[in-house]
């Protein structure tokens, strides 16, 4: 079991950045795949951003060049850097981990992630 908690959500202008914290329960977490997702009001819960077990990243291509994630085993911290931020970028981000190995583009399947953190709000003002 594990237990996922968001942080450093917030208001900010178009342009400006924000990062992303995601910290993790238990003993296990270099064995999960660990991603971001976001969900804009109206809208389904798209992938964003995922880090792999073996520290391989993949992106959204909304986010490319933008985003950065990472993730720190020895603190059991998942995080995503944002940078250039656009009023598109408005959503609720969700971490969300996997106990099982994703690679390639299963990574963008919410359905392959077994827990979830509650979110944390990112509102991007033009």
């Known amino acids: 079991q594990v237990q996922l908690v968001e942080s450093g959500g917030g208001l900010v202008q178009a342009g400006g950045s924000l990062r992303l914290s995601c910290a993790a329960s238990?003993?296990?977490?270099?064995?999960?795949?660990m991603a971001w997702f976001r969900q804009a009001p109206g809208k389904d819960r798209d992938f964003t951003a995922a880090?792999?077990?073996?520290?391989?990243?993949y992106y959204a291509d909304s986010v490319k060049g933008r985003f950065t994630g990472s993730r720190d085993n020895a603190k059991n911290t998942l995080y995503l850097q944002m940078n250039s931020l656009k009023p598109e970028d408005t959503a609720v981000y969700y971490c969300?981990?996997?106990?099982?190995?994703?690679?390639?583009?299963?990574?963008?399947?919410?359905?392959?992630?077994?827990?979830w953190g509650q979110g944390t709000q990112v509102t991007v003002s033009s």
């Open positions: 880090a792999t077990i073996v520290g391989n990243t």
């Open positions: 969300a981990a996997s106990s099982t190995v994703v690679v390639g583009t299963r990574v963008r399947d919410p359905h392959e992630y077994d827990y």
């Open positions: 238990g003993r296990t977490f270099r064995t999960y795949t």
